[in-house]
């Protein structure tokens, strides 16, 4: 589960996001996946969750609304408190920083 601080809501909403997501029928795709296929995928979703976890507190609600909550910027920005340049600034450092991370757990195993 992705640590969240601050606005109480926010998080409440996202956790019961990732709760609902884990309980969806996977898709066509994600059934034709092999054990082995299906191990690496989940390896790398909590890589993820890991990655996101660690970035700071503004930089994860944005990335949670955009890519999680399927906000649109708009929504995002006004959810936030913040103009939508803020919070395209906010989810560039965040994705940079995602990548990053990412790449350096790539490169050490």
């Known amino acids: 589960m992705v640590p969240c601080g601050g606005a109480q809501s926010l998080c409440d909403r996202l956790r019961k996001r990732q709760r609902a997501s884990t309980a969806e029928v996977p898709d066509s795709a994600d ?15 909590q890589q993820v969750s890991a990655a996101i976890g660690q970035l700071p507190e503004r930089q ?9 909550q399927d906000m649109n910027a708009a929504d995002a920005a006004r959810v936030l408190d913040i103009s939508i340049e803020a919070l395209e600034s906010l989810l560039a450092r965040g994705r940079r920083s995602l990548k990053q991370e990412l790449l350096a757990k790539e490169n050490r195993i």
């Open 31 to 45: 059934a034709a996946l092999n054990p082995e296929e299906a191990l690496i995928e989940s390896e790398r979703g």
């Open 60 to 68: 994860r609600e944005a990335i949670m609304l955009v890519h999680y």
